[in-house]
């Protein structure tokens, strides 16, 4: 079946991973950059290779974990951060994981699902969110079509989607995208 643990692991069996930016993105970076409390506890779902990560490791936040359906880019992951504790890599199906977080980083996960999950995925954020918990990071802006991945959306339809659950704090067009995602996305900070 399209976008199961087989259809993702493939693509990094194929080296076919168009949305791999190879470094921390900016939108991303400028976000923790401004964060205070290195002890908060972190997730990334969809962590893939994993460069937010690693960025947020490496800056001293040590409560941080990720999650991916597909073991490859954990792997990878692995490989290239010899330091990073295992047992904060998970390989698990986002919609089964059960833990809580302070913070949950979005980028490039959200555009990977079927947009029917989108409901599925809302109310999911908002179980692995503490109180007052937050949801930060980039949602893509062009127009959602049976394309993809990556799946679009609009400010409106995110607005729906996550108001009931959410304080939408932040849903702007993003400033500080790297150059092909430019005008391309939103930056979102949601809380619980
Ligand atoms: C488009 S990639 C983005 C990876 C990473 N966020 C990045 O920016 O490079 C989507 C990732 O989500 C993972 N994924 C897809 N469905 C998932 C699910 N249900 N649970 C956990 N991970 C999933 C895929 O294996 C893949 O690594």
């Known amino acids: 079946m399209k976008l199961s643990k087989n ?15 190879g470094a921390v993105t900016t939108p991303i970076k400028a976000y923790i950059d401004k964060l205070t409390n290195k002890d908060i506890k972190i997730l990334v779902p969809g962590v893939g290779n994993g460069y937010e990560l690693a960025y947020l490791f490496n800056n001293g936040f040590k409560n941080v974990y990720g999650l991916d359906i597909s073991k490859e880019p954990l792997q990878n992951f692995k490989n290239q951060n010899c330091n990073f504790p295992s047992d904060q890599l998970i390989e698990d199906d986002f919609f089964n994981f059960e833990d809580t977080f302070d913070l949950i980083i979005e980028q490039t996960f ?74 391309n996305e939103y930056f979102i900070i949601l809380k619980k």
Do not use: H
Request: with cysteine.
């Open 110 to 183: 959200f555009c990977a699902l079927s947009p029917e999950l989108r409901p599925l995925y809302a109310a999911k954020m908002d179980s692995l969110l503490k109180p007052n918990g937050k949801l930060a990071g980039v949602l893509f802006s062009f127009p959602l079509t049976t394309q993809g991945p990556p799946f679009g959306g609009s400010k409106e339809e995110y607005q729906k989607l996550f108001s009931n659950t959410f304080d939408i704090k932040t849903l702007e067009p993003c400033y500080n995208s790297i150059k092909p995602r430019m005008n």
């Open 7 to 21: 259809y993702w692991s493939s693509r990094y069996q194929e080296a076919d991973i168009p949305w791999d930016t």
